[in-house]
């Protein structure tokens, strides 16, 4: 448990964060900083363009293997880590000149291949030549950092998932709200709008069930088709196709953008509903927490997952963000969340301050650096909610999961202050939740057409 409590700044003391003309230095110092990114641009995801059937033509095939890390995914990673290495040089938290101390810069990452080379994409820009470990479990080992429901670190129940996310999101509709323009671009790119009968995605309803084996939650109707594919066409543009080659030629990067929401969507049921936040994104919020706090963690910690992660920490938050060249509440890749703890040198306390990181997609396109076509973006984001940290529940069998960590801060303005005490989190419209106890029965189901519950 923490032993710090770090007290709240209002948003008005934003202006002291540099020094005043008569201040012979700044009243607060940098001196915690961390990151949690999705990872780089990727080649697709097997099935993950699940409207492909409707299609004029078959989708471009990529020389990268399915789900991995392209080298121009690398490439992008490296511009936006040396552009924050830059920060964090002025900020003082990596020496100039040498290599970071021991653990001072410490990475870890999801188990998986493109997860894996991301964090050391990362570490090549944030010190390059230096010896930085990339630290992870063994690939394809379940990490429940970011993958606690299939891990079965939390507690989870199929029929109350879906009971709850279709109380919030009434039934599914809730999931069109804004997506006319999108799914006009995707009809017009995949060529289907003038086929009989057309694929009107408007009117195909949004179904969420528990899936068929009880473990997870299963999603049905126009967003499970067109969320998957938005991604794969906005992978096209960022990995540097051809425009002929993006959407077949039909797709601008306007179509892009509008068709980005429909990607988001998809985390309004998995990721951001007031159910699955805190188990998809609790744990790793927890550690979150732990890093902006504790005496002896690293001065940069960086973490490296998924757009549901992401997703999942800032509805637990309360955050929402829109980067540009994406839809609103739809995590950038490569890009992500920065914590940065500062510290008051009057008083010592600590605030913190969230900011979003992100490349434009004509930036990671171009492979731009600052300044150059397409700017690396750092916006400050308000947190909106206060939540705590959770404890060990012991299950009806015996064994012990940890429960889905509730959050991590409360803010006035930009700036929050680490919490601790119980397991508690709040919904969207302010509903107190209690700790759900009982034997844990699985994680997500994942099925072969349907990449919409594991992180991509």
């Given at each position: ?51 492909a059937p409707l299609a004029r033509a078959p989708f471009p095939q990529w ?394």
């Open positions: 448990m923490l032993d710090m409590l770090v007290r709240a700044l209002a948003l008005t003391l934003a202006t002291s964060l540099v020094a005043s003309p008569c201040s012979a230095r700044p009243r607060y110092t940098m001196d915690r900083a961390v990151m949690l990114i999705r990872h780089g641009i990727r080649a697709p995801l097997e099935g993950e363009a699940a409207a020389d990268t293997p399915a789900s991995h890390l392209t080298p121009h995914g690398a490439a992008a990673l490296r511009i936006l880590a040396q552009f924050e290495r830059g920060r964090l040089l002025r900020q003082g938290l990596l020496p100039a000149g040498r290599c970071p101390a021991p653990n001072a810069l410490t990475i870890w990452t999801n188990s998986l291949s493109r997860t894996i080379a991301s964090g050391h994409a990362l570490a090549e820009g944030l010190a390059p030549g230096c010896p930085v470990a990339v630290d992870h479990r063994g690939e394809g080992d379940t990490d429940p950092l970011f993958n606690a429901l299939e891990a079965r670190a939390v507690p989870f129940d199929a029929t109350q998932a879906a009971a709850s996310i279709n109380a919030e999101l009434q039934d599914g509709t809730a999931l069109m709200r804004g997506t006319a323009a999108g799914f006009a671009a995707m009809e017009r790119v995949l060529g289907c709008a003038s086929s009989v009968p057309p694929c009107t995605f408007a009117a195909m309803p949004n179904r969420i069930t528990p899936s068929a084996d009880g473990k997870g939650i299963s999603l049905s109707g126009a967003i499970d088709l067109t969320s998957g594919t938005a991604q794969v066409f906005l992978l096209q543009y960022a990995e540097g196709f051809p425009m002929q080659r993006v959407g077949w030629g039909r797709a601008s990067a306007k179509d892009i953008q509008a068709m980005s929401l429909l990607h988001a969507r998809l985390f309004d049921v998995f990721a951001r509903s007031a159910y699955m936040a805190p188990r998809v994104g609790g744990l790793i919020a927890r550690a979150i927490a732990a890093d902006l706090s504790q005496p002896k963690a690293p001065a940069v910690r960086v973490y490296v997952g998924h757009d549901n992660t992401i997703a999942a920490v800032t509805a637990i938050l309360g955050v929402h963000f829109t980067m540009p060249g994406y839809g609103a509440d739809d995590p950038p890749i490569g890009g992500g969340l920065l914590f940065e703890r500062l510290t008051d040198r009057r008083t010592h306390n600590h605030v913190i301050r969230l900011s979003y990181i992100a490349q434009t997609p004509s930036a990671a396109r171009h492979l731009s650096i600052a300044g150059q076509r397409g700017p690396i973006i750092v916006r400050h984001l308000p947190i909106e909610r206060a939540f705590h940290l959770s404890p060990q529940t012991v299950n009806q069998d015996g064994g012990t999961a940890a429960v889905a960590a509730a959050a991590v801060m409360r803010s006035e303005g930009k700036y929050a202050e680490v919490l601790e005490g119980g397991y508690a989190w709040q919904d969207v419209v302010g509903r107190q939740h209690a700790a759900e106890g009982g034997p844990h029965r699985g994680g997500p189901h994942h099925a072969a057409k349907r990449m919409a519950v594991i992180p991509n």
